[in-house]
């Protein structure tokens, strides 16, 4: 059974930084694409950021420069370091973990970027 469990969420004033985790198990991590989403009040999940299987990386342009998304294929989890947050970065945060035709969701953390 595949389970994801974030970690790391909390608040914090604007400018300042969060690490997200992400752990998996019952998987090949190592095959997998991971992800980071995020989802505010009101609006759609987004894809934040993603890690594919070759270590290649995407991020959406809001957070270019200021989100960092890795992995470790031996701990099997995923990390997003998140500087210079800003208000319009609160949302609840979910990893996503897809492989072959299955995709799979953690429990979401919620980040709040207030003063």
């Known amino acids: 059974q595949v389970q994801l469990v974030e970690s790391g969420g909390g608040l914090v004033q604007p400018g300042g930084s969060l690490r997200l985790s992400c752990a998996a198990s019952g998987i090949n991590f190592s095959s997998a694409t991971m992800g980071w989403y995020r989802q505010a009040s009101g609006k759609q999940r987004e894809l934040v950021a993603a890690?594919?299987?070759?270590?290649?990386?995407n991020y959406i342009d809001s957070v270019k420069g200021r989100f960092t998304i890795s992995r470790d294929n031996a701990k099997k989890m995923v990390n997003l370091q998140m500087n210079n947050l800003k208000p319009e970065d609160t949302a609840v945060y979910y990893c996503?973990?897809?492989?072959?035709?299955?995709?799979?969701w953690g429990q979401g953390t919620q980040v709040t970027v207030s003063s």
């Open positions: 890690i594919f299987p070759s270590g290649n990386t």
């Open positions: 996503n973990l897809r492989v072959l035709f299955s995709s799979y």
